[in-house]
């Protein structure tokens, strides 16, 4: 059975940073695109990064620069480093796995497995 559980949210002030962490079980980090999600209230969910099969990491657009994906293949946990906070990044945060190929990892259905998402908020 797949796991993911995700941690590290919270109440954090605009150029801040926060660190998330998604612990995985019952697959191996290195076969499985780990991706990052987010959803605002009354948005979609969207792709925030994800950690390749091959160690390579992708971001969208809005976060380059200022988050960062890594992962510990032996403890089996992908984390994401988030800094220079914004208001508009305030959103529930989301982990995934999945088989995903590289042309579709910003795809939500490219991944099979999510976790139940933790809470960011940026907020003076």
């Known amino acids: 059975q797949v796991l993911l559980a995700e941690s590290g949210g919270g109440l954090v002030e605009p150029g801040g940073s926060l660190s998330l962490s998604c612990a995985a079980s019952?697959?191996?980090?290195?076969?499985?695109?780990m991706g990052w999600f987010r959803q605002a209230p009354g948005k979609e969910r969207e792709f925030v990064g994800v950690l390749f099969r091959n160690s390579n990491t992708y971001y969208a657009d809005s976060v380059q620069g200022r988050f960062t994906i890594s992962g510990d293949y032996v403890k089996r946990t992908v984390n994401l480093q988030m800094s220079a906070l914004k208001p508009e990044d305030t959103a529930v945060y989301y982990c995934?796995?999945?088989?995903?190929?590289?042309?579709?990892?910003?795809?939500?259905?490219?991944?099979?497995?999510w976790g139940p998402g933790t809470q960011v908020t940026v907020s003076s």
């Open positions: 995934a796995a999945g088989r995903a190929i590289l042309s579709s990892i910003r795809n939500l259905d490219a991944y099979n497995y």
């Open positions: 019952g697959i191996t980090l290195h076969s499985h695109a």
